[in-house]
C-alpha cells in the first residue's frame, strides 16, 4: 500500500511540474506574438503633411525607417534602432535634412492599429538629443499613425 501511495505522489508532483512549465511557455509565446504584431507600415497624411514608419520587430528589439515630410518644414528621412517597453518605443533616429545628418531620440506608443508619436523636454547630450525624462513623455498630443 505504501508503494502506491508513493507512487502516486510522485504522479501528482511531475504533472504539476510539467503544468507549470506549459503555462510560462504560453506566457512567454503570447509576449512574442504581442510584440512582433507591431511590425509593420504606420502612416500619417492630412494637411499637405506625411508622416511614414516602417517598423521591425524582434523581440524588445525595433528597428527601420522614418519619414517625415511636413508642410511648410524641411523634409528629413533615415533609420532607428531602439526597444520596446510596455507597448513605447523609444528608439535612436538617425537622420539626413538639408544634407546634415543627425541624431535625436524619438517614441511611439504603439497598439495593434496605430503608433502616437511622443513628446517631451529634450536636451543635447554628445551631440543627440535626448529625452530629458523618457517615462514622462505625453502621447495625447502627437501625430496619430494608421497601421497600414
Known amino acids: 500500500m505504501k508503494k502506491i501511495l508513493y507512487c502516486f505522489n510522485v504522479m501528482v508532483l511531475l504533472s504539476a511540474c510539467n503544468q507549470k512549465t506549459e503555462k510560462i511557455e504560453s506566457n512567454n509565446t503570447a509576449t512574442t506574438i504581442n510584440q512582433t504584431n507591431f511590425s509593420g507600415m504606420y502612416n500619417y497624411e492630412q494637411n499637405g503633411s506625411t508622416v ?5 520587430v524582434n523581440g524588445n528589439k525595433a528597428s527601420g525607417n522614418l519619414l517625415y515630410t ?10 532607428f534602432v531602439g526597444e520596446i517597453k510596455d507597448e513605447i518605443l523609444l528608439a ?11 541624431v535625436r531620440q524619438v517614441s511611439f506608443k ?18 543627440k538629443m535626448v529625452f530629458k525624462d523618457p517615462a514622462n513623455l505625453e502621447f495625447g498630443t502627437g501625430l496619430v499613425l494608421t497601421k497600414k
Open 110 to 127: 504603439l497598439t495593434n492599429a496605430s503608433a502616437i508619436e511622443g513628446y517631451g523636454e529634450v536636451e543635447e547630450i554628445n551631440g
Open 52 to 56: 511614414t514608419l516602417q517598423l521591425t
Open 70 to 79: 511636413l508642410k511648410e518644414k524641411d523634409r528629413n528621412s533615415g533609420t
Open 92 to 102: 535612436d533616429y538617425t537622420f539626413s535634412s538639408e544634407g546634415i545628418l543627425s
